[in-house]
Structures are given as structure tokens and as C-alpha cells.
């Protein structure tokens, strides 16, 4: 299956927010507050200098799948690193192509851009399929573990109590 690639625009803001509420759902059975996602979506798209998210689209232009990215500067590599954050695609279309096509777009946009050192993301230790779909594309674990310390708990984020 052909699948277009295209930038998200603000008229994309609902189709994102409930990918990443599914994705959550899915992936880490954790539910998101929409009002949030919805925030954090439009102050994305607000600001390229965050990051921006990719559209798969099917034949119709329907949004099939999604990939956000951030920026990390590299200091031990004098350059930046590309994070793939927000990796979703819609169930029907699974082991389609998909992800590979938003990849290959996210990797050739990073060589163009010159400075780019690399791709990065993080994935859920028990989600083996996700692990070997990024295996196939060329990625390799690289040997850290994340670690965080969050400011907003996962309550306040499914907007379940708290202030």
C-alpha cells in the first residue's frame, strides 16, 4: 500500500490527540486527559522549534499513521538527535508499511537537515512488537535506561483528582 506523508497542520489537532490517547491506552494502559493532550498537541504544532509530527496517509487522505519529534542537543557528538516520540498507527493498517514509510521520511528529512547525528526513541520494555518493527528499520538498543522525575502526576494527566 502507498502511503503520503505529509507535515500535521492545526486542522490535524483532533486526529492527534485521539491517536495519542489510543496509543496510551494501548501501550502503557494509562488513560490521558484529551484537554491536555490537546494543549500539548497545539503547543507542538505552535512551535516548530519543539518539534513537529508526520501523517501517513492512505489513498483516500485519510490519517493512517503518526510520528512526532523532538530536538536533543548532543554535546558528545556536536549535533543534533532527532527523538521519535509519539509513534502511532491505526490498527486496520498494522505490518502495512506504515511506520516504515513515516521512518524513512523522518530519516531522509534528518540527513537533509545536515547536523543531525542520529535517531533516537524509547520503547516500552514489554512491547516486543513495537522493539522489533525499530530492529528492522536499522535501530539498536542503545543501553540506557530512562529514568524521569515528572512534575505532573499520572492523575492529574487522566484528569482522575488531585490540583
Known amino acids: 500500500m502507498p502511503f503520503q506523508v505529509r507535515p500535521a497542520a492545526i486542522t490535524d489537532v483532533q486526529t492527534l490527540v485521539d491517536f495519542n490517547c489510543a496509543m496510551a491506552l494501548e501501550t502503557e494502559d494509562k488513560r490521558l486527559d484529551p484537554r491536555i493532550v490537546a494543549l500539548g498537541v497545539e503547543g507542538l504544532l505552535g512551535n516548530a522549534s519543539r518539534g513537529r509530527y508526520l501523517l501517513a496517509c492512505s489513498e483516500n487522505g485519510g490519517v493512517v499513521g503518526q510520528l512526532m519529534h523532538t530536538f536533543e542537543w548532543s554535546d558528545w557528538r556536536n549535533g543534533d538527535v532527532w527523538w521519535i516520540q509519539s509513534v502511532y498507527v491505526e490498527p486496520a493498517y498494522r505490518r502495512k508499511g506504515v511506520f516504515q514509510t513515516l521512518y524513512k521520511e523522518l530519516r531522509a528529512m534528518a540527513?537533509?537537515?545536515?547536523?543531525?547525528?542520529?535517531?533516537?526513541?524509547?520503547?516500552?520494555?514489554?512491547?516486543?512488537n513495537a522493539q522489533a518493527t525499530y530492529r528492522a528499520m536499522g535501530m539498536r538498543d542503545a543501553g540506557y535506561l530512562v529514568m524521569e522525575e515528572l512534575f505532573m502526576s499520572d492523575a492529574a494527566l487522566s484528569g482522575a483528582g488531585g490540583t
Not at 120 to 127: P, S, T, W
Request: avoid cysteine; charged fraction near 15%; glycine fraction near 16%.
Open 111 to 128: 540527513v537533509e537537515a545536515g547536523g543531525v547525528v542520529g535517531l533516537r526513541l524509547y520503547v516500552e520494555h514489554n512491547n516486543v
